[in-house]
């Protein structure tokens, strides 16, 4: 059974910093991209960073400089640390897995960026 579980959203000022975690399983985690997406009410769901099964990376330029995404493969989990955090990054932030013939989504986790 696929699963991928994130964590580690919530509320944090603006300025503030937070990590999402996508814990991964029942698929060969090593083999597939990993993306983090985020969608904020009202707006179409934006891909906010990627980064290959060889650990190469491509971010959105709204959070270039300010996220980082990572992953360890032996522990199949995939991160996003999020650093000056603004108002505008508010959404639910959703952990995707994808390969040329699968797509896997988290459930997703709320960021709120707000005093």
């Known amino acids: 059974q696929v699963q991928l579980v994130e964590s580690g959203g919530g509320l944090v000022q603006p300025g503030g910093s937070l990590r999402l975690s996508c814990a991964a399983s029942?698929?060969?985690?090593?083999?597939?991209?990993m993306n983090w997406y985020r969608q904020a009410p009202g707006k179409q769901r934006e891909l906010v960073a990627h980064?290959?099964?060889?650990?190469?990376?491509n971010y959105a330029d709204s959070v270039k400089g300010r996220f980082t995404i990572s992953r360890d493969n032996a522990k199949n989990m995939v991160y996003l640390q999020m650093n000056s955090l603004k108002p505008e990054d508010t959404a639910v932030y959703s952990c995707?897995?994808?390969?040329?013939?699968?797509?896997?989504w988290g459930q997703g986790t709320q960021v709120t960026v707000s005093s």
């Open positions: 995707n897995g994808a390969s040329f013939l699968f797509d896997y």
């Open positions: 980064i290959t099964s060889g650990g190469m990376t």
């Open positions: 029942g698929f060969r985690f090593s083999s597939f991209g």
